[in-house]
């Protein structure tokens, strides 16, 4: 889609396309109308995504009819798919805040990207019920023998309600918490589209943002807001991924005890929030029409946090492996062969493959972090790497058999996906996708807000025979 707005490209030759100065008197024209048009390629993207979502809903009931909720093998894959959206979906808003922090000016333009992740959290919440009904209760109803009467949790004395009750209020605060952060981040720009939207849009931004009118207060308000609501979040989302990888990964497993599992399922989550974002502000350059504000130091900036969290989450993998291997306790030995190096090798080789080697050797090479493509690919194959390693933790940890048993006295064969669970993994794939497309037409996919103020921030100039990008320090 070709852009209407003129912009000012700093820079030639080795910096082309570098850095990009929008024309602030045309953002909001320019960035509300790619908003309220519908292209057909977006749309042939929505029907894409909303036939992969039936196609998941359709795998479901099968699934629940034909097996119940009664144990929780045939979940294993249904659990892996939801981990890896909410891995994605639940880091994804803590970008923005992140580098509101840091008051970097690259991150301007992804900043609403990643906030709209925060609309996924509600849908979260309903995905997230099947989970807690096919998990076997604490309590063992059958104890015999040497079966522990309860299983192992996180539990020490098990409250009123748990975990179910406090499971699902984790993620129901978690979304809170996350839409008030969108909903914060976007008033100024409702209410600077509610005077020209129609129909629904004008609706919601009337109710939104009726009472922002640009004040010097409300500006401050909004941005003490914002800073309380990221720290905030930042403390809670860490919170709800130790609970949700420690009750559906680690205590299915008998005897699995292991402090760098939840660190490393967060750094994880970090990277493919990440990578995905950058997938999304490609896409959003090369065929959206935001070229004008998107312009590669972006993906240059972004690709040295990325490559940090690359290496931090192969460091977390190491500490995690060599602590079993090291223990040589039979236990550790039986969820070592488990989880790695027997039934699941393959898709732990794969993992490794894709999650640490490919981005690693992509990023570490120069030219092609400065492009607006190589840091994408990285992350593309991140997320292949984080959508096999959900797939191999929760399919193994569903189907261990007894999950009162003392220890892992055995190592279990692997479990493959058949076609229900086929179909559930892309319908959890287009469910999330056909979310996020729609609610980048209710909101636009720029922090319109944002970009005009980084407009006043920065510019190219030269001295002597160099060019150079100024910023200037507003505090």
Not at 141 to 166: H, K, M, N, S
Request: net charge positive; glycine share 10%; with cysteine.
């Amino acid at each position: 889609m070709a852009s209407s707005v003129e912009h000012q490209t700093g820079g030639h030759g080795h910096h082309a396309g570098m850095w990009v100065f929008p024309r602030k008197e045309a953002i909001t024209a320019d960035v509300s109308g790619k908003t309220f048009s519908m292209p057909s390629g977006y749309k042939l993207a929505l029907g894409i995504a909303f036939v992969l979502a039936v196609l998941g809903v359709v795998g479901f009931f099968i699934r629940a009819t034909s097996d119940g909720f009664g144990s929780p093998g045939p979940w294993g894959y249904y659990a892996g798919i939801f981990s890896f959206g909410f891995m994605i979906t639940g880091a994804a808003p803590l970008v923005a805040c992140a580098f509101r922090f840091t008051k970097s000016h690259w991150r301007r333009p992804l900043s609403r990207v990643s906030e709209l992740f925060a609309i996924m959290g509600v849908v979260n919440i309903v995905l997230f019920i099947p989970l807690l009904l096919a998990m076997p209760p604490i309590y063992n109803p059958d104890a015999q023998g040497t079966d522990l009467e309860v299983r192992r949790t996180l539990w020490f004395e098990v409250p009123i309600g748990a975990p179910y009750t406090w499971d699902i209020l984790c993620f129901v605060g978690l979304a809170l918490c996350s839409l008030a952060i969108l909903w914060l981040s976007a008033v100024p720009d409702m209410a600077q589209a509610r005077a020209t939207a129609t129909g629904f849009r004008r609706g919601l931004y009337n109710g939104l943002s009726g009472w922002w009118y640009g004040t010097k207060r409300q500006w401050n308000h909004q941005k003490a807001g914002l800073a309380l609501l990221g720290a905030f979040y930042f403390m809670f989302v860490i919170f709800v991924q130790f609970i949700f990888i420690t009750e559906f990964a680690m205590s299915m497993v008998p005897f699995w005890k292991d402090s760098v599992l939840p660190p490393m399922y967060t750094v994880m989550s970090f990277q493919s929030a990440l990578s995905m974002i950058l997938i999304v502000l490609f896409i959003m350059r090369r065929w959206g029409g935001y070229e004008g504000y998107v312009g590669k130091s972006l993906f240059w900036s972004a690709s040295k946090i990325l490559l940090g969290l690359t290496l931090l989450w192969t460091y977390h993998l190491f500490a995690f492996f060599i602590t079993y291997w090291y223990g040589r306790l039979e236990v550790e030995q039986n969820i070592l062969k488990y989880l790695f190096t027997q039934p699941y090798l393959v898709v732990f080789l794969g993992n490794m493959l894709f999650s640490f080697l490919v981005p690693f050797l992509l990023l570490i090479w120069n030219p092609l972090r400065r492009s607006d493509w190589g840091p994408p690919l990285a992350g593309l194959s991140a997320l292949v790497g984080a959508f096999l390693f959900n797939m191999r933790t929760f399919a193994a940890a569903f189907n261990t058999g007894n999950h009162y048993e003392f220890a892992l006295s055995h190592v279990p064969a692997a479990v493959w996906p058949d076609i229900w669970d086929i179909c559930i993994i892309l319908g959890g794939l287009g469910i999330a996708a056909f979310v996020y497309l729609l609610s980048a037409k209710l909101l636009p996919l720029m922090s319109i807000w944002e970009v005009k103020e980084g407009t006043l921030y920065q510019k190219m100039d030269t001295l002597v025979k160099g060019e150079y990008l100024v910023l200037a320090k507003p505090e």
